[in-house]
T-cell receptor, first 111, second 115 residues
Framework: GDSVTQMEGPVTLSEEAFLTINCTYT??????LFWYVQYPGEGLQLLLK?????DKGSNKGFEATYRKETTSFHLEKGSVQVSDSAVYFC??????????FGAGTRLFVKA | DVKVTQSSRYLVKRTGEKVFLECVQD?????MFWYRQDPGLGLRLIYF???????EKGDIPEGYSVSREKKERFSLILESASTNQTSMYLC??????????????FGSGTRLTVV
């Protein structure tokens, strides 16, 4: 069945470091792909999305490219800030009502 | 600003009580969802609804029921609360029939403790 695998955390970085969080997926058909972010004590927020192969989603300095050939949707940011500390979820839209979420990757950014 | 509002941030209930978790959205979205989030288990879908009075079971519906009498409101009901239902509960909504293409708008969550 459809699934999402993302790198285990926690990921600890210093401020201004480069961030990559890996996400790969398995799906039939042509899914949409998403990254969500969850700050402490809050619900999830949609960070960015891509609906077809080679699309790049971007928001708040984060970006991810939908790579069909490698079935990947890695999240990147060139220079992280302390305020980026959160849990990041990769997700796959199956084309119906359901979305499949990855397990989440916790990011700590040190000043 | 569009919103999904969950009625309580924190809730403490006793074993055996009937518990209602309320969720309201102001975006005229057709689809609404209830998830629970537990450490190490991620997000698990309990129930969803794609229209008023319509509901579908998710992956873990046992011990829960839902109600959607109005488009903007989706209630999760724990018929007889048990300690293994202690969790963070997240409500979400999305537009249209292919909701998976649009992404979800989540509420802030309700942290329920059953004692």
């Amino acid at each position: 069945g459809d699934s999402v695998t993302q790198m285990e955390g926690p990921v600890t970085l210093s401020e201004e470091a480069f961030l990559t969080i890996n996400c790969t997926y398995t799906a039939t058909g042509y899914p949409s792909l998403f990254w969500y972010v969850q700050y402490p004590g809050e619900g999830l927020q949609l960070l960015l999305k891509a609906t077809k192969a080679d699309d790049k989603g971007s928001n708040k300095g984060f970006e991810a490219t939908y790579r069909k050939e490698t079935t990947s949707f890695h999240l990147e940011k060139g220079s992280v800030q302390v305020s980026d500390s959160a849990v990041y979820f990769c997700a796959l839209g199956t084309g119906g009502f359901k979305t499949i979420f990855g397990a989440g990757t916790r990011l700590f950014v040190k000043a | 600003d569009v919103k999904v509002t969950q009625s309580s941030r924190y809730l403490v209930k006793r074993t055996g009580e009937k518990v209602f978790l309320e969720c309201v959205q102001d975006m005229d979205h057709e689809n609404m969802f209830w998830y629970r989030q537990d450490p190490g288990l991620g997000l698990r879908l309990i129930y969803f609804s794609y229209d008023v009075k319509m509901k579908e079971k998710g992956d873990i519906p046992e011990g829960y029921s839902v109600s959607r009498e109005k488009k903007e409101r989706f209630s999760l009901i724990l018929e007889s609360a048990s300690t293994n239902q202690t969790s963070m509960y997240l409500c979400a909504s999305s537009p249209g029939q292919l909701s998976a293409d649009y992404g979800y708008t989540f509420g802030s969550g309700t942290r329920l403790t059953v004692v």
